[in-house]
C-alpha cells in the first residue's frame, strides 16, 4: 500500500464496522454483567520489558514494527462529557511486516483503571490472555496476545479500540504527523493524537532486529509533512526495506535531564528503548531542548555525561549506540550566542569520541555551509529549529545499512 494512502484506508475502516460499533455499544454494559467477563488486570510495571511469547508451534521472533512513546495524560478534548461508548481507531505506519501481530496499550498517566471492551487490528478481532476485554491499571500497561493477521512493511495499520467507561487522564502521544481519529455518538472525527497505543510487534523471520530511535521534535518528525511518513525513521525504514525494523520513539520538546514534555530522557529510556521487542541498535538524538529552553542548560559536560549514561545502560543490555550531534538553530526565537556556545561544546565532546559507539553527524548534514550555526535553508522548516521533508531525507540518509545488517537477533526476541 502506498505510504500515503493510510487515511484513506481508515475511512474505509470506520464505514465498514459501525454497524457493528452499534450494536457493540449496546451490548457494552452486558459484556460485564454476565458470569463470563473477566477483565484482565495489568501485570507489572510501565517500564518492564515485554514477554515475548509466541503462539503454539510458530517459527520466527518478535520485533517491534512501530511505537510511540506516552507523552502525557490529558483530560481528552474529543471525549466531550459523556466518555461512553467512544471508540479510537489509531492508524499506524508499519517498517517491518510479519504474519501475527500483538499490541502494547498503556495508562501510564491514567488516575482510574481504563476499562477496553474491543479492540482490532485491521478489523480482526484481538484478545488479552483469551479475553476479548481488558482492565489496564492506573500506570500499567499490558501486552495482547498474538493476532493471526498479515502485516505489510511500509503499509498503514490500523488498531481500534473502544473504552466504554474511560475517566482519564487518556494516556497520548500528540502531534504524531498521522491522521487517526474518534467516533461516538456524535460521529467521527481527525485526530493527530495517538491514545493508549504504544507498540505493535509482529512476528518474522526476515528482519534481524530493531533500531529504536529516541529523541526530541527533531526525531518526532516536527516540521515535517503529515501522513507522508517523512520523519527521517521513516527515511531510514524505507532504506532497509523490511530487512531491520525501525520505531520512533521521539518527543517533541523530551529533555535529557528534567521532565517537561515527556518524562526526561534519562528516566523512560528503560521503557522507551531497552523494552522495545527485539531491540538491537538506539540511535540517540537528545540534548537541544536541555540548552533552548527554560531552564537553560549551561554546562555541556552534564548533558554529554548523560548521554554517555544512555550508552553505558544500552551496553549493559547488549545495544549498539549511535548518536547524533546537535543542529543549529540559530534565527529561531529563543537562540541567544550562549546557548550556541553550548550546543558546540557538546558537538565537540560527542566527535572527539567515547560518548556513543558511533557519531551521526546531524549538525553538518544538515547546516549552511555559508552560516554553520544556522539550518541550511533548503532543509529549514520556517522556524529555524525544524526539518522539513527534505532535511529528514538528508538525516535519513546518513545511517550505514551494511553494517547495521550485520546485526543479528538478540536471543530474548526469539
Known sequence: MPRRQG????????????ALAAVV???????FSGPGAKPVAAPGPQGA???PVAPAHSTGHWLATWAAAP??????PEQGTDPALRTIHN????????DAARITLSNLFGTHPLLIDRVTVNTLPVTFRSAPA???????QIVSDPVVVPVAADADLVVTLRTPTARGPVTVHP???QTSSTEDARGTRPTTDWRYLTAVDVRGDTAAGTLVAFGDSLTAGSGSTTDANSRWPDVLADRLHGRYAVVNQGIAGNRLLRDGAGPRALDRFERDVLGVGGARTVVIALGINDIRAIPHETDPARITDALRTLTQRAHARGLRVAGATLMPYEGYRTWTPAQNAVRIRVNETIRAGGVFDEVLD???????PSRPDRLLSAYDSGDHLHLNDAGYQSLGSLIDLKGLLRTQPSSDAL
Not at 71 to 76: A, K, L
Not at 134 to 140: F, K, N, S
Not at 362 to 368: C, G, P, Y
Open 175 to 177: 502531534n504524531s504527523h
Open 25 to 31: 455499544a449496546f451490548a457494552g454494559s452486558l459484556l
Open 362 to 368: 546531524f549538525e553538518r548534514a544538515v547546516r549552511d
Open 91 to 98: 492508524v499506524v505506519h508499519t517498517s517491518i511486516g510479519g
Open 7 to 18: 487515511y484513506a484506508l481508515l475511512i474505509a475502516l470506520v464505514a465498514g464496522t459501525a
Open 134 to 140: 481488558v482492565t489496564v491499571a492506573a500506570g500499567g
Open 71 to 76: 507523552v502525557r495524560g490529558v483530560t481528552d
Open 49 to 51: 520489558a515485554r514477554s
